[in-house]
């Protein structure tokens, strides 16, 4: 029976089919040497021209009279033979990956459907979170069809195409360029790209060129890549670097290990100096379809129509070298599709896509378990394992200065070390942790450029809106307070701390001794050193002249310790020298005097107490504070927890935002926020 084979011999591909054909054939016969039948193979090169391929099968169909037709390989020489209509009427077996009108009924589609991995990259982009692409196609019938199945399984995740490019596959360099022109003042970092291997290595040389294959891009390419990925050059790959693709996937078997051997074996035994290609994706496809047309022949015998062989191969299902090989309504059963990732000089395998369950997993075969689940780490573009999930906010070319003040007050509220390993500046503190979350929820990125502003003697916050406003940096991150004389100069953004001032105090002392707190120890020991004094000298007039003060030894001192203490209660005994009235008259007024400080002292220790034991929610009215200049003299909170320990002051008032930052410091046995008042004080960050 004759057979005719379409094929572009010159490419490599079309000889990897064509030695498969053959293989496949001579491999038939020697396993069923009892068939009666026979096929005869006719080959016409088209040389990569559709015209040629759609002559070539008119001149096979009506002077050859071929029962079956295999080929052509490129989609766009497939769909000229779609057209061919009532003038086939032999089964056609392209290897056309592309969803077709199916209105030749007699045109086989071995292949499997390249729709079908469309939603698994619009799982893929769900699953990384993304919500806009840029879809790039081949300028051709086949690319601008499969572009919209593309937009469709996109807009059923929600997933939103910003801009479609259609690129003509005879695109010079120059046009490339101006399309990536176009793509570099998008937003968007990720491309899905749908186009045959010559056009998508010419645009990833080009993305590589402008900059669009380092960190912070995502590229992710269909089968009609990715099935010819080793028939591309060492170049082409080495741009490739990061990309993710999916391709069928064919299960290892010993049928096939075996074919691969006998392949190679073949290959280097006619020619060792040969370049070598390995058995690709239509290489398995061309073996098994050659199996299921010769065993139709066989079962047709020698009334051969092309309704009947279409029948036949249509009921025929078998283990192939790729499988279980199965026609349904024309077209091959679908099988799992592997996901890959370009790395060096080849693609690593992170996962399949199973298309029966609509989920990705690692390996095949496995129990269904949260650990199979998902996919392998992914190497993207610029060798990171993350990826871009937010837009990218373009600026022509130039980065967003952003000015860190480095002599705060509190360390804690704004901070900025630098990542040696890929020397990139973090931002911590509360205020860095504000800006990190504001810019980690934007849907797009900025490129951003940190200085930090030390301090020397007399600068001050001032100087960062004054740097602003002369275009010097183009914004200020850190505890900056809101004020309307600097809003006149730069904007700023919502703030971000509680409005108004607060009050910090000391806590007092809760102890047993607090009695003794009113006055200094040296104080105490001059009282009572008076005391002493007093006794002796009231002894010492008295004795001789008064009974009182008189008797033996010890009780002459314990009257004049007694007479000393009692005027402190004015209870002391009668006096009978004048002298000796005279001295206790003055003493009364310094124990007077001396009492009261005490009792005024002591009722303030346990007012202020009481106060700050109530959280704040007292006024305060009869205590009086000193305002301290912060930025003059106060440098850091252990300078805010020495005044107060020291008592040089009583309280300290300042923005809210700092007193809660101190409290936070230090023990709340120590230190309590004892009064709020509100203001429009607050903190913000400076733009210009």
């Not at 169909?61 to 086939?88: C, H, M, S, W, Y």
């Not at 050659?290 to 129509?305: G, N, P, Q, R, S």
């Not at 005490?598 to 009215?621: C, D, M």
């Amino acid at each position: 029976m004759q057979v005719g084979v379409i094929l572009d011999m010159g490419s490599g591909v079309g000889k990897v089919i064509y030695r498969c054909i053959t293989m496949a054939i001579s491999d038939f016969y020697k396993a069923n040497p009892h068939y009666i039948t026979l096929i005869v193979f006719n080959t016409t090169d088209t040389k990569g021209e559709p015209l040629i391929a759609l002559y070539a099968a008119l001149e096979l169909l009506e002077n050859t009279k071929v029962q079956a037709i295999i080929g052509p390989d490129p989609t766009v020489e497939a769909r000229f033979l779609d057209g061919l209509e009532e003038k086939a009427n032999a089964p056609i077996l392209s290897f056309s990956t592309s969803l077709f009108s199916n209105q030749n009924p007699y045109l086989v589609q071995i292949a499997q459907d390249e729709t079908i991995q469309f939603k698994a990259i619009a799982a893929m982009i769900q699953s990384f979170e993304l919500k806009n692409v840029v879809l790039i196609c081949e300028d051709t019938a086949d690319g601008r069809d499969m572009a919209s199945y593309i937009i469709i399984a996109f807009h059923d995740k929600n997933i939103h195409v910003t801009y479609t490019s259609q690129i003509s596959i005879a695109a010079s360099d120059e046009q490339i360029r101006e399309e990536f022109y176009k793509f570099q003042h998008m937003q968007t970092t990720t491309f899905v790209m749908h186009a045959q291997p010559s056009l998508a290595s010419n645009i990833f040389s080009m993305a590589k060129e402008v900059g669009m294959m380092g960190e912070g891009y995502a590229w992710i390419v269909t089968s009609k890549t990715t099935n010819f990925l080793n028939f591309m050059s060492d170049d082409a790959l080495e741009s490739m670097q990061g990309v993710v693709g999916f391709k069928p996937y064919f299960l290892k078997s010993r049928k096939l290990h075996k074919f691969v051997s006998k392949w190679k074996k073949e290959y280097y035994g006619s020619n060792p100096f040969k370049e070598f290609h390995v058995v690709g994706f239509n290489g398995i496809l061309a073996y098994d379809a050659v199996y299921v047309l010769a065993m139709a022949v066989e079962k047709v015998h020698t009334k051969v129509t092309g309704a009947s062989l279409l029948n036949q191969m249509l009921g025929i299902k078998f283990q192939g070298l790729g499988g279980e090989f199965k026609l349904m309504n024309g077209r091959t059963v679908s099988n799992p599709i592997e996901v890959i990732n370009v790395i060096g000089k080849g693609d690593r395998r992170v996962g399949f896509w199973m298309v029966s369950i609509g989920e990705f997993v690692k390996e095949i075969g496995k129990t269904n378990s949260s650990s199979n689940s998902g996919l392998e780490h992914i190497i993207f573009p610029g060798g990171t394992t993350s990826i871009l999930k937010h837009r990218r906010l373009l600026m022509k070319g130039k980065k967003l200065r952003i000015i860190v003040p480095g002599f705060g007050v509190f360390p804690n509220l704004i901070k900025m070390a630098v990542d040696h390993r890929p020397n990139q500046p973090i931002l911590s503190g509360f205020c860095g942790d504000v800006f990190n979350t504001a810019l980690n929820a934007l849907n797009y990125r900025l490129d951003l450029e940190f200085t930090t502003y030390p301090y020397v003697e007399g600068r001050a916050y001032s100087d960062l809106i004054d740097k602003i406003y002369l275009k010097e940096f183009d914004a200020a991150i850190g505890d900056i307070t809101i004020s309307s004389n600097r809003s006149r100069y730069v904007d700023f953004t919502i703030p971000f701390s509680d409005t108004g001032v607060g009050t910090i105090t000391r806590n007092a002392k809760r102890s047993i001794w607090i009695f003794l707190d009113p006055l200094s120890s040296n104080l105490w020991l001059t009282s009572g050193g008076f005391f002493l004094i007093l006794g002796f000298v009231i002894w010492f007039i008295e004795h001789r002249i008064n009974e009182e003060f008189q008797g033996s030894t010890i009780q002459q001192i314990g009257t004049a310790l007694w007479f000393a203490f009692s005027t402190l209660v004015f209870a002391h005994q009668k006096l009978k020298s004048n002298l000796s009235r005279f001295v206790v008259m003055v003493w009364v007024f310094v124990v007077l005097v001396l009492t009261s400080s005490y009792t005024a002292t002591l009722s303030s220790l346990l007012t202020v107490q009481e106060i700050a034991s109530n959280g704040g929610r007292v006024q305060l009215p009869s205590v009086s504070y000193e305002l301290l200049n912060r930025s003059a003299k106060l440098k850091s909170p252990a300078d805010y927890a020495r005044v107060l320990r020291s008592g040089s002051v009583g309280a300290i008032i300042d923005e809210i935002l700092y007193v809660k930052t101190f409290i936070s410091l230090y023990p709340a046995a120590e230190f309590s926020l004892v009064a709020t008042s509100k203001s429009t004080i607050t903190n913000g960050f400076a733009f210009l």
